[in-house]
C-alpha cells in the first residue's frame, strides 16, 4: 500500500508535506497565542512583585498577617485586606451558586420555550452593566434598604444565636461585609449563570429523557444526569465568577465601608484589596505606601491563585471518590 | 455627488481653522488635586474663550499631582498639601497658592438644622478618636444647651480614599488635640480610629446623608448641594463661627504668608476673630527654570488672569479667591522666582 502511494501518487506526497507543514505553522500559532497569555500573567505578576519589594523587604513576612496599616507613621500590614476580600467573594458565592442553578435548570428544563430567550437575554444585560452602576445602586437604594430592614432583623433574631450570633450583631448601618457580599452576587450571577445554562443545554436529550422514562422527577434528572454530565464546566463557571468577586473593585468600594479594622461581625465595615488600592493609590505620597499597595496587588495574584487551586483540588478529590 | 463635495470643502476649511489656531494657541498642562478642578476647569474655559489657550488640567490627586512637576510631564503641578522650603529648592521648584476652600464638619441628627450645633476643635477630635461615642455626651451637652440630643452611638464618616481634605482636617485636629497628634498624626490619608470611609466628597456626603446619627467632614459645597447639617466650630480666638466664603477668607486674610518662604502656610486655626478654623488653600508647583520656558510662562499669564479676574467664578462655586494684597506678593515671588 505504501509502495504504490510513494510510486503512484507523488504529487499527493507533496500535498501532504505542504499540509504538514502548515500544521505546523498552525499549531505554532495557536501555542504562542496560549504562550502569550501566560507571559502577560507572569510580567504583570512579576513586575507587582518588584514594584512591592520595598514593601516586602521592610515588613517581611509580617506584612502578610500585620493588622496595621497607617499612612502616618508608614506602618503597613496585609491583613485585614486579605481578610475582607475572602469573606466578601465567599459570602457572593454562597449566594450566587444557588440561585445561578436554579435560574440555569428553570431556562433549560422547566421554562416554556417562548420565556426562555427573554430571560436568558435579561441575564446577558445584567452581565455587561459596568460595575460603577452596581456600586451606585449598592450605594443609594440597596444599602439603605439593608440598613433599614435586614440588618436590624438580623441583629435581633440571629445577633443572640451562640457562636455564630457574633457575625450578626453590629451596627445597623447598611454597609459593610454582608451587603458587599450580596451586590457582589449580584453581580456573578449573570456569569455563572450563563455557562450553567450553557453546558446544561448539551446534554444529549436521550439520556434525560430515559431518566424521565424510569420515572424520575425534574430534581432527579437535574441531579443524578444533567449536573454529573456537566460537572467540570459548570465548576469552570463557577471559578469565573469567584475570580470576578476576588478581584472586583468599585461595587465594593462602594458599599464595604472602606474601614481598616477587622471584626468579627457581618455588619461591620471592613477593606478588600482592590478596594484599598482603589482608594488610596492617588494619594500614596511615599515610595514605602505606594510599594504597599503595589505589595496588596501582588497578594490578590497569590490569593486567587490560592483559592482557585484548592478549589480544583477539590473538584478533582470529588471526581476520584465517584470513581470517574 | 455636489453634497460630498461640499461637505469634503466644509471639513477642509474646518480642518485648516483647527490648524490656524492650533498653530498659534499654547496648550497648557497640569495635573493634581482635584479640590479646584471645578474652579479651575471654569477659570480655564473663560480663559481658552478669551485668548485661545488650552489648559489641559487632569484631576488625579495631589499626589499624583507632585510626581508628575517632579518628573517634568507637566506644565504644572497642584497639591493641596504645601511642600517645604526645603523639599522645593531640592526639586528646583516654584510654589504658590491659588483658591481657598474650606472643609465643614456636617452631622445627621435628626431635628437638627444646618448651622444649629456648636463644637470645638478637641471635641471633634475625641469623636474622631472615639473617646466620646454618644450625642448625648455631656461635652455636646454643655456646648449645646438648646439642642435636643439623643441617646445614640455616634457613626464617624471619613474619607476612604487619600485627599487634601482630609490632610487639613486632620492638621487642624493636629493643631488643637495632642492626643490627636501623637495617636493619629496629619496626612492626605491617615489610620483612622474609628467609623466607616466614603469615597470622595460625595462618598462621605452619601453616607452622612443615608445614616442617622452619623458625623462627617466635606467641603462647603457638597454640604450646601447636598442640604447636609454644618455645624459652628471655635476658633483660636474663641469665637464660635459659622462657614461661609466670608469667614474663609478672613482666615485667608489673618494667615501670615510672608513669615516662612514659598507660601508654606497651613491656613487651618487660623488667628483672627472672624476666621473659620478649618480653611484651607490649594497650591501650584512650577519649575523656576523650567526646560518649557514657552508654556511656563502661558500658564503664569493664566494664573495671572485667574487670580485678578477669576473672583466671580470662584464664589459661583463655593471658592475664595485670594486677598488682593496676597496676590501682590504672589506676583512679585513669580518675577523674582520664576524665570
Not at chain 1, 279 to 288: I, Q
Not at chain 2, 308 to 319: M, R
Amino acid at each position: 500500500m505504501l509502495d504504490v502511494k510513494t510510486a503512484v501518487m507523488d504529487p499527493l506526497v507533496r500535498l501532504d508535506r505542504r499540509d504538514r507543514r502548515a500544521d505546523k505553522f498552525f499549531r505554532l500559532a495557536v501555542q504562542s497565542c496560549a504562550i502569550f497569555v501566560l507571559i502577560a500573567l507572569l510580567g504583570a505578576a512579576l513586575s507587582m512583585l518588584i514594584g512591592g519589594r520595598e514593601a516586602f523587604s521592610t515588613f517581611g513576612w509580617k506584612f502578610l498577617w500585620s493588622k496595621d496599616w497607617d499612612p502616618v507613621q508608614k506602618q503597613f500590614g496585609a491583613l485585614i485586606p486579605i481578610y475582607g476580600t475572602l469573606v466578601t467573594s465567599l459570602l457572593a458565592m454562597i449566594f450566587a451558586v444557588p440561585i445561578s442553578f436554579g435560574i440555569a435548570i428553570f431556562l433549560t428544563e422547566i421554562a416554556p420555550r417562548w420565556m426562555r430567550l427573554p430571560i436568558a437575554s435579561a441575564i446577558d444585560l445584567l452581565a455587561g452593566i459596568p460595575s460603577i452602576i452596581y456600586g451606585m445602586w449598592g450605594l443609594f437604594i440597596f444599602a439603605p434598604f439593608m440598613g433599614a430592614h435586614v440588618d436590624p432583623w438580623l441583629n435581633s433574631h440571629w445577633g443572640s444565636l451562640p457562636v455564630i450570633g457574633a457575625l450578626f450583631r453590629g451596627p445597623n448601618m447598611g454597609l459593610g461585609m454582608l451587603t458587599a457580599g450580596v451586590v457582589l452576587a449580584v453581580m456573578v450571577i449573570p456569569f455563572i449563570a450563563a455557562v450553567m445554562r450553557e453546558v446544561f443545554s448539551t446534554v444529549p436529550s436521550p439520556l434525560k429523557e430515559s431518566a424521565y422514562a424510569l420515572g424520575s422527577t425534574t430534581w432527579e434528572v437535574v441531579w443524578n444526569v444533567v449536573l454529573p454530565y456537566t460537572r467540570s464546566a459548570v465548576t469552570g463557571g463557577i471559578f469565573l465568577g469567584l475570580g470576578r468577586a476576588l478581584g472586583e473593585t468599585m461595587a465594593v468600594t462602594f458599599v464595604l465601608g472602606n474601614t481598616h479594622r477587622l471584626a468579627a461581625s457581618l455588619l461591620e465595615p471592613g477593606n478588600s484589596i482592590a478596594a484599598t488600592i482603589a482608594n488610596e493609590f492617588t494619594e500614596a505620597d511615599s515610595s514605602l505606601y505606594l510599594s504597599s499597595l503595589i505589595a496588596l496587588g501582588f497578594l490578590l495574584f497569590v490569593v486567587t491563585f490560592i483559592v482557585l487551586t484548592i478549589a480544583r483540588l477539590m473538584l478533582r478529590r470529588m471526581a476520584r471518590l465517584e470513581g470517574n | 455627488m455636489l453634497v460630498p463635495i461640499k461637505v469634503r470643502v466644509l471639513a477642509l476649511c474646518l480642518a485648516a481653522m483647527v490648524f490656524v489656531s492650533m498653530s498659534l494657541a499654547t496648550d497648557i498642562t497640569g495635573a493634581g488635586a482635584t479640590f479646584v478642578y471645578p474652579v479651575l476647569s471654569k477659570w480655564a474655559a473663560d480663559y481658552a474663550a478669551k485668548t485661545g489657550d488650552k489648559i489641559n488640567y487632569q484631576s488625579i490627586g495631589s499626589g499624583g499631582g507632585i510626581a508628575q512637576i517632579k518628573a517634568a510631564t507637566v506644565d504644572f503641578g497642584a497639591s493641596d498639601k504645601p511642600l517645604k522650603p526645603e523639599e522645593l529648592s531640592a526639586a528646583g521648584l516654584a510654589q504658590f497658592p491659588v483658591v481657598i476652600g474650606g472643609v465643614v464638619p456636617v452631622v445627621h441628627v435628626p431635628g437638627i438644622e444646618a448651622g444649629k450645633m456648636k463644637l470645638t476643635g478637641t471635641l471633634i477630635a475625641d469623636i474622631f478618636l472615639g473617646k466620646i461615642t454618644k450625642w448625648n455626651d455631656s461635652t455636646i451637652v454643655s456646648l449645646n444647651p438648646d439642642l435636643k440630643l439623643p441617646d445614640k452611638l455616634i457613626t464617624v464618616v471619613h474619607r476612604s480614599d487619600g485627599s487634601g481634605t482630609t490632610f487639613n482636617w486632620s492638621n487642624y485636629l493636629s493643631k488643637v488635640s495632642d492626643e490627636w497628634k501623637t495617636k493619629v498624626g496629619e496626612g492626605t490619608s491617615i489610620n483612622w480610629p474609628t467609623g466607616v470611609g466614603g469615597k470622595g466628597n460625595e462618598g462621605v456626603s452619601a453616607y452622612v446623608n443615608q445614616l442617622e446619627y452619623s458625623f462627617g467632614y466635606v467641603e462647603l459645597a457638597y454640604a450646601i448641594q447636598n442640604k447636609m447639617a454644618y455645624c459652628q466650630v471655635k476658633n483660636s480666638a474663641g469665637n464660635f463661627i459659622m462657614p461661609s466664603l466670608e469667614s474663609f477668607q478672613k482666615a485667608a486674610a489673618s494667615a501670615d504668608w510672608t513669615k516662612e518662604p514659598d507660601f508654606y502656610q497651613i491656613i487651618t486655626n487660623a488667628p483672627g476673630a472672624d476666621s473659620w478654623p478649618i480653611a484651607a488653600s490649594t497650591f501650584v508647583l512650577m519649575y523656576k527654570t523650567p526646560k518649557n520656558a514657552a508654556s511656563t510662562k502661558a500658564a503664569l499669564a493664566f494664573f495671572k488672569y485667574a487670580l485678578e479676574n477669576g473672583q466671580d467664578q470662584a464664589k459661583t462655586l463655593q471658592y475664595v479667591s485670594l486677598p488682593s494684597s496676597l496676590v501682590k506678593e504672589i506676583e512679585d515671588y513669580w518675577t523674582k522666582q520664576i524665570h
